[in-house]
């Protein structure tokens, strides 16, 4: 996939790139020939801003003074300053035909991502600014007046400028794959506290049935209770008449009256418990459920 190269900020910085009221005819009228420099500049100029946003500068101190103030994602700049050069205190290279290191360290400084071109035409007869520009991180270009030399740098450009671009495509693609992990989890964290909220409901099915059937069972043994007593009192009611008409004593009557209430009480009373207990279990489990969830 092509990618896009509108939004690279690129620095052109040469002593020979000429004014910008200067049209491609006046610069041909004024150097007529092959070797016409401020041409193949201007050309070259005019195919980068088709790729790129290109800020230009032919003056030595404007150009640091924009290297300084602007980050850049790729420049491109000119070893051999004959013209406009006045070094500063802060420059290492005092010599005009190599300031263009100190627009490059600059550069550095400020843009600490930017990839630089060291443009010169001394490429070729001087092979050790090779291996020096390339020991600063430097890519050396061939600065030519040949026609397709423009060609050439907008290559360059656009080569550069998808490496720039690699590790945004890199980064959104880590921040994607980011993104639907965290999507799988909530789905995942979703599910799982849907699983939850169906055992809690189950266990309310269930309390709910329980308390039911307490109810019942406590109705249930309300009736058996009252028969008992019903037929309790009847014995009683026997026990009195024997004791009024056939002369037994009273004592044996108490002791069995107070018997049958403790033994039938004490009955109801256990029954009772156990159902109870039966109930705060399963009210105890849903609380423990309910508490599982709300730490989630």
Known sequence: MELSTNEIEVLFVDDEIPPDNKTIDELKREKPGKYNMPLRLRESILKLEEEVKVKCQHDYQEAKKLAKEKKFDIAIVDLDWENNFEPDKDDVEKKKENAGYNICAVLEENSPHILQILYSSRLNKTPNIRERATAKGLFPLHKSWEKNAPDQLVAVVKFLAMIQNRPKQIDNTERLAELRRKEDESKLELKRKEETWKKINKSWENANKTLENSIKEQKNYSDWTF???????????????????????????????????????????????????????????IEKIIKRVDRK
């Open 227 to 285: 028969l008992v007593l019903v037929l309790a009192t009847l014995f009683l009611i026997s026990q009195f008449y024997k004791v009024i008409h056939l002369g037994q004593s009273v004592d044996i009557l108490e002791s069995i009256s107070t018997i049958l209430i403790a033994l039938f009480s004490g009955i109801f009373i256990s029954l009772l418990h156990i159902k109870q207990k039966n109930v705060n279990e399963k009210l105890e489990k």
